[in-house]
């Protein structure tokens, strides 16, 4: 008897032994588009343990709060009895499940609430503030601030396996600085930890650890946008760099929604002093009919008096919302009416959460997007597939 409960016991040591970790730490730059030159930490639950040169480590409850401020490439330090003292880098640890909240003095940004630990140093004109953070804890900020707080359940899903994705994939982009990922649209938003929807913490949860690769199993770029305008573009066509998984698809389920149509207009003149720049010409028998392009389908050129423009830069030209647009001669005006919102390229949020609503579910959503993907856990990936850990944290 004893010996098949310590067998057992055995069984399950190994069993435990077997399974893959199912998440690792993070280092996300916080605040990184801005110079931050002090802040206000505070500890809102939880105990937290403050430890760097120059200081004996002390411990913080909820409710008090630290000062940190950068000058003259040092940072001080200003605990909560009052104390001052100087430091190069501080760590602050937390006990499981703890929050903290920053609020950046100077300049005067947002306050924010943040699980996991806090590393503070000095990098060239400002404080260094690096989130150190459970990837799936992550995850569930990253995929509220990106997909907004009103979203289905389904969707959150979809959104938590993107928002992975992106980071495995990107673990490498900030390495040089000391960190994976900054907290900026350059990599994706994450605004600290979710606050205002549950359904962001189950989407994260059932989907844990899941990322998108493909046919070889290798991981994608998880590109998205905002609205496809009912047909997305291949990547080939916008970034001159082909994707066997990103192919352009019809998509009625972005018509109907929040950015489905835009439209703009200007004097006719001014559309004629436009094309004048691509030294299109006006010529004196030419028809104004001639400048109308009305489409059922995507198309890369504008097509005007036996010239073209690439729609993409009449985009960029005009901050358009999309490249996907009607061009239409009324009276004096040129109405430009727009389909979309954002490169068309890959998954359509507005349309995804369209799927969303009528109940398709997660891998049919991203199947739908995404051509010939494989959803599955990372941690089953080789390093062949370009994933080997957290280099941060693996030595
Ligand atoms: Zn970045």
């Known amino acids: 008897m004893k010996l098949k409960s310590g067998y057992i016991i055995l069984l399950i040591a190994l069993s435990f032994r077997a399974v893959p970790v199912y998440s690792f730490d993070m280092g996300v730059s916080l605040y990184n ?5 002090s802040l206000v930490f505070t500890v809102v639950d939880g105990y937290f343990r ?8 002390f411990s913080m409850g909820p409710g008090s709060s630290c000062f940190f401020l950068h000058s003259y490439d040092t940072l001080y330090v200003r605990n909560q009895e009052g104390n001052w003292f100087c430091s190069n880098e501080i760590q602050i640890t937390g006990e499981e499940g703890s929050v903290f909240s920053l609020k950046p003095s100077d300049p ?10 806090l590393a503070l140093g000095i990098s ?3 404080l260094r503030i690096i989130n150190l953070i459970d ?15 009103r979203c289905p359940l389904e969707y959150y899903k979809v959104q938590a396996i ?3 994705t992106f980071a495995l994939r990107n673990l490498e982009r900030h390495l040089e600085e000391g960190f994976n990922l900054c907290d900026g649209v350059h990599c994706q938003a994450y605004k600290g930890r979710h606050v205002w929807n549950e359904d962001v913490e189950i989407g994260t949860e059932v989907t844990s650890g899941l990322v998108l690769c493909d046919r070889d199993t290798v991981l994608i770029n998880p590109v998205y946008h905002s609205n496809s305008g009912g047909e997305t573009r291949g990547a080939g066509e916008v970034w001159l760099k082909e994707e066997s998984y990103l192919l352009p698809v019809l998509d009625p389920f972005s018509n109907g929604q929040q950015n489905s149509n835009w439209e703009r207009s200007m004097h006719i003149r001014d559309w004629l002093m436009y094309l004048l720049s691509y030294e299109i010409r006006f010529g004196e028998k030419a028809d104004t009919a001639g400048l109308e392009m009305r489409l ?7 097509r005007v008096f036996d010239d073209s423009i690439d729609v993409s830069n009449i985009r960029k030209d005009f901050n358009y919302r999309s490249d996907f647009f009607d061009v239409i001669v009324d009276g004096e005006m040129v109405r430009i009416r727009g389909r979309g919102y954002g490169h068309g390229v890959g998954l359509s949020q507005e349309g995804a959460i369209e799927m969303s609503r009528r109940r398709y579910h997660y891998t049919a959503i991203l199947n739908y997007y995404y051509h010939e993907i494989q959803i599955v856990p990372y941690f089953f990936l080789d390093t062949d597939a370009g994933l080997e850990g957290n280099p941060l944290f693996s030595h």
């Open 124 to 126: 060239m004109r400002s």
């Open 50 to 57: 403050i430890s760097g040169e120059g200081t004996k480590p």
């Open 135 to 149: 990837l799936e804890t992550y995850i569930m900020g990253v995929a509220e601030a990106e997909a907004g707080p």
């Open 296 to 302: 059922n389908h995507r198309q890369e050129y504008y």
């Open 33 to 37: 588009s801005h110079l931050v030159q």
């Open 108 to 117: 005067v940004l947002d306050s924010r609430e943040y699980h996991g630990d």
């Open 162 to 164: 993107l928002s992975r």
